[in-house]
């Protein structure tokens, strides 16, 4: 890859690219220019978006600029193994998140129609066909899980890391956001995404952000199927809302009691994944060092059978067998120094501080003003 200034500036640019594309894309939409398309009009839209222009269009405008090998892009946007354990982890706490979703989004939503909003009521429905519940889990929580991933916590994320942890995930938060281009997605897609970023921070690795996002969108998805079906699981939201509303105080301190239960759960499932990744990575990463090093150790040992007056060279040393360090004890010595270490990196950050340039600044606030105004847009056009 090349010098941080030039990807930082790559990726503000490509991402203002991108999100004049969905714009376009949108406006398009909107005055019914796709209606030749027939009923698969969403799901063609949604392959050309996902597919198309957020995921491969700014893999291949980043390797035009950058010269990047395949395997160079994909450790760029964070694609880094994770253990069975944090998979499984990742399932569940897609569906704790789904379920915080849903508070956020009724919370906000409830919020905006004080000013007048209408919610929209159209779209088309979800065909009762398994035909049409693979259809949509495909479009609708397999692709955007793995392009907006990729390229929000993977690219993003990544090209605006320079700037520092915390300004990349609100970068990537907020302008997760922003690219749904509307008002009633916006709130919960923006803490979402902010959540999204501090876990694939915390992982090391954009997989466990994936799998999140999948299982928010596919529960979601299923849910609908089963409605559409009849099933007395798809109306659990809306039984839970008649009960609620039908006994105001029981209703608010279960409202208030559950919803603290999700965030707790998430905050130690988050705390079990991130631990998980760390360990995993520090036990791969010390056999590949200790096998680098008993390679070296042995290769010298064949050196010296061949050339037996190595042994008298004052130049030779041996390579011991590396000891292994037990992730455990490693974890208990950080968090005792955790204070000093991260003191040590915050002064780093400090000597090392990366300025954006002029050319950067203006592709991404201008990404953020295209997406915001687009964005106001249907919030006037509720009220309307």
Excluded at 172 to 200: D, R, V
Excluded at 337 to 346: P, Q
Aim: overall charge positive; proline content about 2%; some cysteine.
């Amino acid at each position: 890859m090349v010098e941080e200034k030039r990807v930082n500036y790559y990726t503000n640019l490509i991402y203002f690219i991108v999100l004049a594309c969905l714009v376009v894309i949108r406006v398009c939409s909107n005055y019914g220019l796709f209606s030749f398309m027939g009923n698969y009009a969403s799901y063609i839209l949604s392959l050309v978006t996902q597919v198309g222009i957020i995921l491969l269009l700014p893999l291949f405008l980043m390797k035009l600029f950058t010269k990047a090998k395949p395997k160079e892009l994909l450790n760029f946007c964070c694609f880094k193994k994770i253990s069975v354990r944090a998979v499984f982890l990742s399932i569940i706490l897609g569906f704790v998140v789904f379920f915080l979703n849903v508070y956020v989004s009724n919370f906000f939503n409830s919020i905006i129609a004080l000013f007048g909003y209408k919610h929209a009521t159209g779209g088309s429905s979800m065909p009762a066909t398994w035909w049409g519940l693979l259809l949509s889990l495909i479009c609708t929580a397999v692709l955007p899980a793995v392009c907006e991933e990729t390229f929000h916590r993977g690219m993003l994320m990544n090209g605006n890391s320079m700037l520092g942890i915390k300004k990349s995930i609100l970068i990537s938060g907020f302008l997760f956001g922003l690219l749904h281009l509307n008002i009633e997605q916006f709130f919960y897609a923006t803490i979402i995404g902010l959540f999204l970023a501090y876990l694939c921070w915390g992982c090391s690795s954009v997989v466990p952000c994936i799998i999140v996002h999948f299982m928010n969108n596919a529960t979601s998805v299923f849910l609908s199927f089963a409605r559409a079906k009849g099933w007395a699981v798809g109306n659990i939201f809306s039984g839970i809302s008649k009960f609620l509303l039908s006994n105001p105080v029981l209703g608010f301190v279960m409202f208030f009691l559950v919803l603290c239960l999700l965030v707790l759960i998430a905050i130690e499932l988050t705390k079990w994944l991130m631990r998980d990744s760390f360990a995993y990575n520090f036990v791969k990463r010390q056999k590949y060092l200790k096998d680098i090093m008993i390679r070296e150790s042995y290769f010298q040992q064949i050196e010296a059978i061949r050339r037996p007056k190595m042994l008298e060279s004052e130049d030779y040393v041996p390579v011991e067998t590396p000891m292994i360090i037990d992730e455990q004890a490693f974890l208990e010595f950080v968090n005792k120094n955790i204070h000093s270490i991260i003191l040590k990196e915050e002064q780093q950050e400090n000597k090392n501080k990366f300025t954006m340039d002029i050319k950067s600044k203006i592709f991404l606030f201008g990404a953020v003003a295209l997406s915001a105004i687009v964005t106001l847009m249907t919030f006037i056009w509720g009220l309307l």
